[in-house]
């Protein structure tokens, strides 16, 4: 059954855009909002009206809310070596091991965080797509590391927009081949799927904007420990970023690691790892930080690139 809410605008919202104002009242994304708006299901003072109307304090809206989608099923699944590092009713924040997918697609048929999520019991949002409802932003099946999901409803609508609005810092580190030259740089290329081989991306002219920036932690004879920052969140960015400087991930075999070295260091799978997550909480507005530390895997690497130098 549809929810149906009529709604002073208050002051504060006074000269905003009906999609706009729609949006903070509800807790929605400005996206959800305008749809809203567009289907017909939003009266400003009892008159069907555009998403760009400034609205004024004192009119009335009255929204009438469709019912929430019926989640897609998720299997129950339960993920060996995923933590929870916080829970609340708003946020749930993971450390995700390596062979996990985020959700569930077409082409993957390992575990994923949300069959496992759903395995352990948690109530996530059923914002967004049905297949990865909760899911406001993701990791590689084989890069492991700290992530946060959304669990209300205003989570999600804040979280995206927190990613969105790239204030959300995402530190990740890379053990890659070879000494960037400089220490410490900028990657800003675009990145659009490969041309040739659908499963991978690549710096195509006319990509999306992409920027990755990184800074040397340690130097090794023949690698390099990275601390990477990123503006932007691409599929695959970080990996592409460095192979295409030419200084790809230890073990990265689909972006032109060595795969002598990977072999030696024992990895099967990129040496790449989200070490810290910082945001705004949704619900209190306080700064958080979240930390994962190195698993078995890319410690042993570690260890062996060091002692090897």
Not at 36 to 48: E, K, Y
Not at 188 to 214: N, Q
Request: hydrophobic letters at 45%; proline letters at 7%.
């Amino acid at each position: 059954m549809a929810d149906r809410r009529t709604l002073p605008v208050p002051e504060g919202l006074a000269g905003e855009r009906l999609d706009a104002a729609l949006a903070r009242l509800l807790g929605l994304s400005r996206t959800a909002a305008a749809a809203l708006v567009a289907d017909g299901h939003v009266l400003l003072d009892g008159a069907v009206t555009q998403k760009s109307t400034r609205v004024d304090a004192g009119q009335w809206l009255d929204v009438e809310l469709p019912p929430p989608p019926v989640p897609v099923r998720v299997d129950p699944v339960p993920v060996p070596g995923m933590r929870i590092l916080h829970d609340d009713e708003d946020i749930l924040v993971l450390d995700k091991p390596i062979g996990v997918a985020v959700h569930p697609a077409p082409s993957w048929t390992g575990p994923t965080v949300v069959a496992g999520l759903a395995a352990a019991g948690y109530q996530l949002s059923l914002a967004g797509a049905a297949e990865r409802q909760g899911i406001v932003h993701r990791l590689d099946a084989g890069t492991s590391g700290v992530m946060v999901v959304a669990r209300s409803e205003l989570a999600y609508a804040r979280l995206k927009r927190a990613f969105r609005d790239r204030t959300v810092d995402k530190t990740y580190h890379a053990l890659v081949q070879g000494h960037p030259d400089p220490l410490r740089g900028t990657v800003d290329a675009p990145l659009d799927r490969h041309p040739k081989e659908e499963h991978k991306w690549a710096v195509v002219a006319g990509g999306k904007p992409s920027v990755t920036h990184y800074d040397t932690l340690e130097a090794f004879r023949y690698a390099t420990l990275l601390e990477v920052n990123l503006e932007t969140g691409r599929t695959h960015q970080i990996r592409v970023h460095m192979a295409a400087i030419k200084h790809p991930c230890m073990g990265d075999l689909m972006y032109g690691a060595d795969p002598v070295l990977a072999e030696r260091l024992g990895l099967h799978r990129q040496w790449l790892h989200a070490v810290r997550l910082a945001f705004d909480h949704p619900a209190t507005g306080r700064r958080v930080v979240f930390e994962s530390e190195y698993p078995d895997d890319l410690r042993r690497a570690l260890e062996i690139v060091a002692a090897e130098s």
